[in-house]
């Protein structure tokens, strides 16, 4: 039986509603986001404010995205989340979202009061729900009386990790064990460094392809994948506040309190521990891995690994991210997702996801 165009999608019948939304952070993926809003998917989303860090444009009636430029972060009107959530509610629209698309601490802190005020959160930003055990048990009890809380964007970029998790433990499993690389740019570092060249050469290639921080440390210290791992165990039901991750830094100690340039100039301190342990595990045939793991009790660790070449994070292509769950009910083979973990476009589609999916 042939079934009507019309009918072909779940969705075809859903009513769509006017979305008002405001853009905090105008970096990789606020700019990204801003490019999808242009889209006519987006067609239901209202622009009312943007703003970076000490500039913001406003229009309660809808910003034309199309026709934003450069010149409004150096002559609009200086910051003021209290205008730009005034905006919202001048906007008329009942869907009212705050997009969050920094890695201000900050502005995080913030998410809690705003979903109890009735706003709508929509973020890549870990650091609330990623954070302190006490900001993350605030955000629960926002998100049960205020807005929705958006949050596929901050775990694996556009990978549905976070919502995957969310539909096990819906429909009654839960996790019993979780293992991946949970970072794009140390698993390009990693499936690229075999030996045949220093790391630190490895990480200037990387920083110049954009898959770092601008101060590299950011992802060597391996605090962003602490965050990430625990945005998941904390999703599956295990309170483990932050200091409970064994978190193994990739910086040496000498470097960690210097100046961004003072340890761009000093990278090949990098070379020498890294290039004995690849050395010790090649001699094994293995490779090193920096990967994420929670056990079944509950125990939290992320570092650098030694992996057989069978392990599937030893087959990773480029900037990768991969997320082995195993359930009640995967106990045997584990759920695997695999796939693109980090850039600006992927990361924005799934902040623009969680902001239809409100409409």
């Not at 889209?39 to 406003?58: D, E, F, M, W, Y």
């Amino acid at each position: 039986m042939s079934v009507p165009a019309t009918d072909a999608s779940p969705f075809a019948h859903r009513k769509t509603s006017d979305i008002a939304l405001v853009l905090l952070g105008t970096g990789v993926v606020g700019g990204a986001l801003l490019e999808l809003l242009k889209t006519p998917v987006a067609k239901h989303v209202r622009l009312i404010g943007v703003a970076n860090s000490r500039q913001q444009q406003i229009d309660a009636d809808g910003i034309a995205s199309r026709e934003l430029n450069g010149s409004w972060q150096q002559h609009g009107q200086p910051r003021d989340d209290d205008a730009l959530l005034a905006a919202l509610d001048a906007s008329g629209s009942e869907l009212r979202v705050v997009v969050d698309a920094t890695a201000c601490t900050t502005l995080a802190s913030r998410h809690a009061d705003w979903l109890a005020r009735g706003y709508h959160v929509v973020t890549a930003n870990k650091s609330l729900a990623g954070g302190h055990l006490s900001g993350w048990r605030a955000l629960q009890t926002a998100r049960a009386h205020g807005g929705s809380y958006g949050d596929a964007a901050t775990v694996g970029a556009g990978l549905p990790v976070i919502s995957t998790l969310r539909r096990l433990l819906g429909c009654g499993d839960s996790l019993l064990t979780l293992e991946g690389v949970f970072s794009g740019s140390l698993s390009y570092l990693f499936n690229q460094y075999n030996g045949s060249q220093p790391f630190s050469a490895l990480l200037r290639d990387a920083r110049k392809l954009g898959y770092t921080e601008p101060d590299p440390r950011a992802d060597l210290s391996g605090e962003d994948v602490a965050r990430k791992l625990l945005i998941l165990a904390r999703n599956a039901g295990f309170a483990l506040g932050s200091e409970e991750v064994d978190v193994e830094s990739l910086v040496p100690e000498s470097l960690r309190d210097l100046d961004t340039e003072q340890f761009l100039t000093r990278l090949e301190e990098l070379d020498a521990p890294l290039a004995a342990r690849h050395a010790d595990a090649q001699s094994r045939g293995n490779v090193l891995r920096y990967l994420a793991r929670l056990n079944q009790r509950g125990r939290a660790r992320v570092g650098l690994v030694e992996v057989a070449a069978t392990h599937p994070a030893a087959r990773l292509n480029g900037t990768d991210n991969q997320f082995a769950l195993t359930t009640t009910r995967y106990n045997t083979t584990p759920l695997v997702i695999q796939g693109p973990g980090a850039g600006p476009e992927v990361t924005a589609q799934a902040l623009l996801g969680d902001v239809l999916a409100l409409g």
